[in-house]
């Protein structure tokens, strides 16, 4: 029952790299979405997708971008690492939209120094 | 807008009742969720109540909803210290839209 798995759990950048955080989920699932936790703010959702080959923005969107190339697979990719994106990036998935139960990955600590 | 508030901290003896709060400012809000984070794992949905509920009891879980007030409360009975973790209300508009998610409370369980 592996669930919703991402890779890599930690990273250190320093600013100005990219890197691309990957979401796997093996339930079939519809939606898939990514988040970031920050200390006292919750979870702010970054983008999501309603489907293959669907992406859309969430609450923070800027300086991020996502691919859904494949049903299981939610790649969130930051092109030029900044110390704002410092955070703990969740990624999650559901049958269908919000609704459902939002089943989440265990987390990637990304530090940007 | 959407806001959720929680409290940031809660401290309870093993044992005990917690209580949980929440508020909220939607009222168009349909569906209301609790989400348990243990340290080092993503969230896990706890239970969630529609909002033409006034409570829902879950064994150890009672959510009571108080749609005037936009107050959601998460009462544990006789918590354990199982029960220490971060645990976040979210609100939802219905079908179609996201979750907002209020900042956390973590409760602390002493033995």
């Known amino acids: 029952n592996a669930g919703v798995t991402q890779t890599p759990k930690f990273r250190v950048l320093k600013t100005g790299q990219s890197m691309t955080l990957l979401c796997a989920q093996d339930?079939?699932?519809?939606?898939m979405y990514w988040y970031r936790q920050d200390p006292g703010m919750g979870l702010r959702l970054i983008h999501y997708?309603?489907?293959?080959?669907?992406?859309a923005k969430g609450e923070v969107p800027d300086g991020y971008n996502v691919s859904r190339l494949k049903k299981q697979n939610f790649l969130l990719g930051l092109e030029s690492a900044a110390p704002s994106q410092t955070s703990v990036y969740f990624c999650?998935?559901?049958?269908?939209?919000?609704?459902?139960?939002?089943?989440f990955g265990n987390g990637t600590r990304l530090t940007v120094t | 807008g959407e806001d959720v508030e929680q409290s940031l901290f809660l401290s309870v003896r093993e044992g005990d009742s917690s209580v949980i709060n929440c508020t909220y400012t939607?009222?168009?809000?349909?569906?209301l969720y609790w989400y348990k984070q243990e340290p080092g794992a993503g969230l896990q949905l706890l239970t969630y109540?529609?909002?033409?509920?006034d409570m829902k009891q879950d064994q150890r879980l009672t959510v009571l909803l108080n749609k005037k007030d936009k107050h959601l409360s998460l009462r544990i009975a006789d918590t354990q210290t199982g029960d220490s973790a971060i645990y976040f209300c979210?609100?939802?508009?219905?079908?179609?839209?996201?979750?907002?998610f209020g900042g956390g409370t973590r409760l602390m369980v002493k033995p």
């Open positions: 979210a609100e939802s508009m219905g079908a179609g839209n996201m979750l907002t």
């Open positions: 109540i529609f909002s033409n509920m």
């Open positions: 339930m079939n699932h519809e939606y």
């Open positions: 939607d009222s168009s809000s349909t569906y």
């Open positions: 999650a998935s559901s049958a269908r939209d919000s609704l459902f139960p939002l089943h």
């Open positions: 997708s309603v489907g293959e080959g669907t992406t």
